[in-house]
C-alpha cells in the first residue's frame, strides 16, 4: 500500500481558524500564531470591535487575518458558516482549503452541583461540546489533508475544584471526543491534540483569576513555579503546536499549567 505523506513544507502560509479569537487565550493564541508567520481567521460571538482589534494587531505583523462573527452554541449556523468560510478563502488566499482549526470559544460557570440548573448545563454542552463537535464536522471538507485541530479544555478535569462540576465534565467530554476525531481523521494525516490550561489570568468568570486575589493566591499556592498563568503562557504554545516540527504529536492531552496540583 502507498504511504502519503502529508507533511506541510515550513515555509508554506497557513491559514488557521481560530474560534473565539477576540479577548482571552482566543486572542492570544491568533495572534501568536501570526507571530509564527501563519494567516487567521478569528470568530466572534458579540465583541465585534475586540475582534477588529486582534485583526489589525495581526496585520501589523504583517500576515492577512479576517474576523467573522459566529456563535457556537447556534450548531444551524454552521453550514452557511463554512459556505462563508470557503468563498473567504478563495477570494482573500486563492485557495481552497485552510490549515489548522483551534476550537478555544466557550464559557464557564462556576455553581455548585446542587444548584446547577438545566439551563447551565446545556449551555455548557451546547457550546463546549456539541458546538466543537458539529462546527469540526462542517469544516472538514475545507480543512486541508495534512491539517490540526487543537481542542481546548482544562485542568479541571486532571483535579478538582468545587464549582466546576458541569464545565469539567463537558471538557472532559471534548478530551475524549479529540482521540476519536484523531483515529478517525487519521487517514487525512489530520492531527488532533487537546490543551489543558490551567488557571490563567484572563476575563474568563468576570476575570475571578485576574482580578480577585483570593482566587488568584489559592491557584498559585497550587503551582510550583508560584504563580497562576497569563495568556502569553498558553498563546505561544498553541502555535508551536501547529507548527511542522510538531507533526507527529498526535492524540495527547496536553496541560498547560505550570506543573499546578503536581
Known amino acids: 500500500m502507498e504511504k502519503k505523506n502529508f507533511v506541510h513544507e515550513a515555509t508554506q502560509t497557513t491559514i488557521s481558524i481560530v474560534t473565539g479569537g477576540s479577548r482571552g487565550l482566543g486572542r492570544n493564541t491568533a495572534i501568536n500564531i ?144 479529540s482521540i476519536y476525531m484523531a483515529k478517525e481523521l487519521g487517514h487525512r494525516g489530520i492531527t488532533v491534540n487537546t490543551i489543558a490550561p490551567g488557571a490563567i489570568e484572563t476575563d474568563f468568570l468576570g476575570g475571578a483569576v485576574r482580578d480577585t486575589p483570593a482566587y488568584n493566591n489559592a491557584f498559585a499556592s497550587m503551582v510550583p513555579l508560584g504563580r497562576v498563568g497569563v495568556p502569553d503562557d498558553i498563546g505561544p504554545a498553541v502555535a508551536s503546536l501547529l507548527d511542522p516540527d510538531n507533526r507527529w504529536v498526535n492524540a495527547q492531552r496536553i496541560e498547560i499549567s505550570g506543573g499546578q496540583n503536581i
Open 34 to 177: 501570526a507571530r509564527h508567520g501563519g494567516d487567521v481567521i478569528l470568530t466572534y460571538r458579540s465583541q465585534a470591535e475586540e475582534a477588529k482589534s486582534v485583526v489589525a494587531e495581526i496585520e501589523a505583523l504583517g500576515r492577512k487575518a479576517i474576523a467573522l462573527q459566529l456563535d457556537i452554541e447556534n450548531t444551524f449556523s454552521f453550514a452557511d458558516f463554512a459556505e462563508t468560510v470557503g468563498s473567504i478563502l478563495q477570494t482573500n488566499w486563492g485557495s481552497a482549503t485552510f490549515n489548522h482549526l483551534v476550537n478555544n470559544a466557550g464559557h464557564g460557570e462556576m455553581i455548585s452541583f446542587t444548584e446547577t440548573t438545566e439551563a447551565q448545563f446545556d449551555s455548557l454542552f451546547n457550546v463546549h461540546v456539541k458546538g466543537v463537535f458539529f462546527l469540526t464536522q462542517a469544516l472538514l471538507p475545507l480543512l486541508a489533508d495534512g491539517g490540526r485541530i487543537v481542542n481546548f479544555s482544562t485542568g479541571l478535569t486532571r483535579v478538582s475544584y468545587p464549582g466546576f462540576s458541569a464545565y469539567s465534565a463537558a471538557k472532559g467530554a471534548v478530551e475524549i471526543l
